[in-house]
Nanobody
Framework: QVQLVESGGGLVQAGGSLRLSCAAS????????MGWFRQAPGKEREFVVG????????YAADSVKGRFTISRDNAKNTVYLQMNSLKPEDTAVYYC???????????????WGQGTQVTVSS
């Protein structure tokens, strides 16, 4: 199993950038595919980006392609979300998740962090 803690959220102006980090506990981090999801007020939790356990494959939702990049450092037990060209519609609580595969479906992930707030002002 793994415990996840997100950090790096905050307030940023439209067009700006943020980098989120997700620190994992234990020695089994590299066994898991990782993903980032987000949930805005009044909306369902949605897939943002995912990465395979080795980092060899990445996936991104159409809404963030070309702007958001996921990466992982297995030696540091950390996964990152680099967010560029932020838009007000990116405002949400962002969650880090670990699972068997980096799919778009939340039920594919077994472990979740507590979330970190990202607010983009216009």
């Amino acid at each position: 199993q793994v415990q996840l803690v997100e950090s790096g959220g905050g307030l940023v102006q439209a067009g700006g950038s943020l980098r989120l980090s997700c620190a994992a506990s234990g020695r089994t981090f590299r066994r898991y595919a990782m993903g980032w999801f987000r949930q805005a007020p009044g909306k369902e939790r949605e897939f943002v980006v995912g990465i395979s356990r080795t980092g060899g494959s990445t996936y991104a939702a159409d809404s963030v392609k070309g702007r958001f990049t996921i990466s992982r450092d297995n030696a540091k037990n950390t996964v990152y979300l680099q967010m560029n060209s932020l838009k007000p519609e990116d405002t949400a609580v962002y969650y880090c998740a670990a699972g068997s595969s980096a799919t778009m479906t939340p039920r594919s992930y077994d472990y979740w962090g507590q979330g970190t707030q990202v607010t983009v002002s216009s």
